[in-house]
């Protein structure tokens, strides 16, 4: 497990599914302890409202989201570098990370984390995917974190 970072970033394509939930997720578990944020190598969608809704039924909130990228990170002074750990969700912000970062001190990990945009045809069908990408990371980071202290 390791020693517990003090900030981690967590990224994916575009943060609107899989990264804000990590996000929120991590926020709500350990929220006191560890800075956390969220980008996407691209910011051309919103948050998406199953990510939203899969996420209110373990009581972690997204609603206030804003999607941002690492152009946007860096434009508004968030350095990469103030992050000790930094995990890709998706193959393509792995490597846009490890394209940025080559000469910073900081750990990069990437989790496999289903892509639920696209499953699915009913609204039912839809809901599942997201919920099974929300415990997939839910799982991840409770394994890589441990058991958050009840809030």
Not at 40 to 52: P, R
Not at 72 to 80: N, S
Not at 109 to 129: C, F, N, Q, V
């Amino acid at each position: 497990m390791g020693t517990f970072p003090s900030a981690v970033l967590f990224c994916c394509d575009h943060n609107a599914v899989r990264s804000p939930m990590a996000e929120g997720i991590m926020k709500k578990y350990y929220g006191q302890k560890v800075y956390v944020q969220s980008a996407g190598v691209k910011n051309d969608m919103e948050i998406d409202g199953f990510s939203i809704a899969v996420c209110s039924e373990i009581g972690v909130e997204l609603h206030r989201h804003r999607s941002r990228s690492f152009e946007d990170m860096q434009q508004w002074g968030d350095d990469l570098g103030q992050y000790d750990l930094i995990i890709a969700l998706s193959p393509a912000s792995q490597r846009m990370v490890l394209d940025l970062t080559p000469h910073y001190h900081l750990s990069v990990e990437y989790w496999p984390i289903l892509d639920p945009t696209g499953l699915g045809e009913s609204r039912e069908a839809k809901l599942s995917a997201y919920r099974q990408a929300r415990d997939q990371i839910r799982d991840r980071v409770i394994s890589r974190f441990g058991m958050p202290e009840q809030n």
